[in-house]
């Protein structure tokens, strides 16, 4: 991850960032804090804000899109979001874990078929790779169809190319370059990420619901760290999402703060 993914923020209309929508999550205590009177009230909210979402956006999504959702349910909301998306894991990710898995492993099965294939050789039923595709292995970032589970390796290099079925997964990590602001992005908050003396090296993360205080965006003195999930979101500007010019705007009020031995001269 010592390689940024560089980002030209003209290729968007906007560069959004969100975390924990926790859609169908109907225990009170989530939507309660969020000002909802319902999880349906706060459900049709996230599926209204998806909604302003066009293809020219780009949205960086930091796990925890649903939660106990039937996966059909998930899907549609998923399928609501026209704009190109990356995506994070998070600790609740039943659905995106299983899109992503069936995704890759639909990939390397039909990959293995046509070498095979080219190769003449007859192979029956695939009972190696069905086999082998059973194991946990990853492939980084790894670009999906949102409406036909068609995935391959990497991304669409000509944004041209890029429809607005497109979800790109990262793992559990992202390393973004968007003008002079490299974004260390991970659900769960970090402590420590690369180059923290700089100020333009920030941290986004998700998962803490507003509860961290450091990284919400009142805080100003405790590292440039930012939590984007919805709670603070709609604290900050009333919408499910941060746009990275608010992202910049918060970091540049806050103060550097180094918790290791990175922020002596001769490191």
């Excluded at 929508?21 to 909210?45: A, E, V």
């Excluded at 999504?61 to 549609?76: K, R, V």
């Excluded at 041209?160 to 602001?181: M, S």
Aim: hydrophobic share 30%.
């Amino acid at each position: 991850m010592n390689t940024p993914y560089k980002l030209n923020r003209n290729s968007y209309d906007n560069i959004y960032f969100s975390s924990d929508f926790h859609y169908n999550h109907q225990k009170d205590f989530l939507w309660k804090p969020r000002g909802f009177s319902s999880f349906q009230d706060h459900d049709m909210f996230l599926e209204n804000e998806v909604s302003k979402l066009t293809k020219n956006d780009l949205l960086i999504f930091l796990g925890d899109f649903s939660l106990n959702s039937p996966p059909e349910q998930s899907a549609a909301l998923l399928q609501k979001i026209n704009a190109r998306m990356f995506y994070i894991f998070g600790n609740h990710e039943s659905y995106h874990s299983r899109f992503y898995k069936d995704s890759l492993r639909n990939y390397y099965k039909q990959t293995f078929d046509y070498s095979m294939r080219d190769a003449g050789h007859d192979h029956g039923s695939l009972d190696g790779i069905n086999t082998v595709s059973d194991h946990p292995f990853q492939t980084f970032p790894f670009s999906v169809g949102k409406y036909t589970n068609s995935g391959f390796p990497g991304l669409r290099k000509k944004l041209k190319d890029v429809q607005e079925n497109d979800i790109v997964y990262w793992g559990e990590e992202g390393y973004f370059k968007i003008g002079n602001t490299f974004l260390f992005c991970r659900h769960m908050a970090p402590r420590i990420w690369d180059k923290v003396k700089h100020s333009n090296y920030v941290a986004i993360c998700g998962h803490s619901h507003g509860h961290l205080f450091p990284a919400n965006p009142e805080c100003k003195n405790q590292g440039k760290i930012l939590d984007v999930g919805v709670d603070n979101a709609i604290k900050y500007n009333g919408t499910a999402f941060f746009k990275i010019e608010e992202i910049e705007t918060i970091m540049h009020s806050k103060t550097i703060v180094i918790e290791d031995h990175h922020g002596c001269e001769h490191v």
